[in-house]
């Protein structure tokens, strides 16, 4: 009963920026953790960036200093802004949402890093 939509991805040069927002809907009591995940092709997907309720955040340690994640707890919204690109942030971003225990994800947004 809960739905992301995710907006934001494309090519962009190395040294680029990229902006990448997620909006909730549905019926929930409360998000405990909203964040992004992404997945490169041939491997895992992992950890971006998380950002708890209570405004704790965890950051992949190849994101940090790059990447800012905020989040309106209001409007149940989470936002990704990604600078100073590398060819090795290519890959298929996700939203993820937390609630009730329950995991949810969008449909993931592809961000390409390319001359």
């Known amino acids: 009963q809960v739905q992301l939509v995710e907006f934001g991805g494309g090519l962009v040069q190395p040294g680029g920026s990229l902006r990448l927002s997620c909006a909730a809907s549905?019926?929930?009591?409360?998000?405990?953790?909203m964040g992004w995940y992404r997945q490169a092709p041939g491997k895992q997907r992992e950890l971006v960036a998380t950002m708890s309720t209570a405004g704790l955040i965890d950051y992949a340690d190849s994101v940090l200093g790059r990447f800012t994640i905020s989040r309106d707890n209001a409007k149940n919204t989470v936002t990704l802004q990604m600078n100073l690109l590398k060819p090795k942030d290519t890959a298929v971003y996700y939203c993820?949402?937390?609630?009730?225990?329950?995991?949810?994800w969008g449909q993931g947004t592809q961000v390409t890093v390319s001359s």
């Open positions: 549905g019926t929930f009591a409360n998000i405990n953790n």
């Open positions: 993820n949402l937390i609630t009730g225990g329950a995991n949810y």
